[in-house]
């Protein structure tokens, strides 16, 4: 069965912290991987896109790793801001218009 | 491009009663999803258009939700009768995609549509 995991399910850091989300998944085949970012009360918006063959890729102060072999992804936040503080949302895709969602990773970021 | 817009922004119903929100995806793009999210089970795909066709709408939870797009720029999802446990927050996206080659772009999500069934 396809499916994306998630951990932690929520997390609370301190500004100026930094922190690591984890995302597994048993999706097959598998096309893409996708980190987003959702604010409350807004859409997802995208934050990395990576392929089979890519095994990190940065966005600003946002860095995604992929592992295909054990089919792990994580998300590192450096020196955390109070803005950062949203769902973050890993999305696996097999095909060209399935996308596989966890259910997400809320981050809370404190002054 | 203002990205997708969805409307309304939020709207409260009483059971029984139809209800329709209604997307407008970037200009230009060919796909169109629905989804709904909700605490318990996240996000998850209701249908799919390419090029204004229904492509999958296996995620369509019963016969009481129908989707439209009558045109490139316009879609309508509706549910008739509603119910409590449609309360959700409904998003549109969009994005294009190269259907032969398996390619798509990122999907582009609206700020949702919070359906409240009392």
């Known amino acids: 069965k396809n499916q994306v995991e998630q951990s932690p399910q929520s997390l609370i850091i301190l500004e100026g912290k930094n922190c690591t989300l984890q995302c597994n998944y048993t999706v097959s085949p598998f096309s893409n991987l996708r980190w987003y970012k959702q604010d409350t009360g807004r859409g997802p918006v995208s934050l990395t896109i990576?392929?089979?063959?890519?095994n990190t890729k940065s966005n600003g102060r946002y860095t995604a790793t992929l592992d295909a072999d054990t089919k792990q992804s994580s998300l590192h936040i450096t020196a955390s801001q109070l803005s950062d503080s949203a769902s973050y949302i890993c999305v696996v895709s097999p095909g060209i218009y399935k996308y596989i969602f966890g259910t997400g990773t809320r981050l809370k970021v404190l002054a | 491009d203002a990205g997708v817009i969805q409307s309304p922004r939020h709207e409260v119903t009483e059971m029984g009663q139809e209800v329709t929100l209604r997307c407008k995806p970037i200009s230009g793009h060919n796909s169109l999803f629905w989804y709904r999210q909700t605490m318990m089970r996240g996000l998850e795909l209701l249908i799919y258009f390419n090029n204004n066709v229904p492509i999958d709408d296996s995620g369509m939870p019963e016969d009481r939700f129908s989707a439209k797009m009558p045109n490139a720029s316009f879609s309508t999802l509706k549910i008739q009768p509603s119910e409590p446990r449609d309360s959700a927050v409904y998003f549109c996206?969009?994005?294009?995609?190269?259907?032969?080659?398996?390619?798509?772009?990122?999907?582009?999500f609206g700020q949702g549509t919070r359906l409240t069934v009392v």
């Open positions: 996206a969009s994005s294009l995609s190269d259907v032969r080659r398996g390619r798509n772009t990122e999907a582009f």
């Open positions: 990576m392929t089979f063959s890519e």
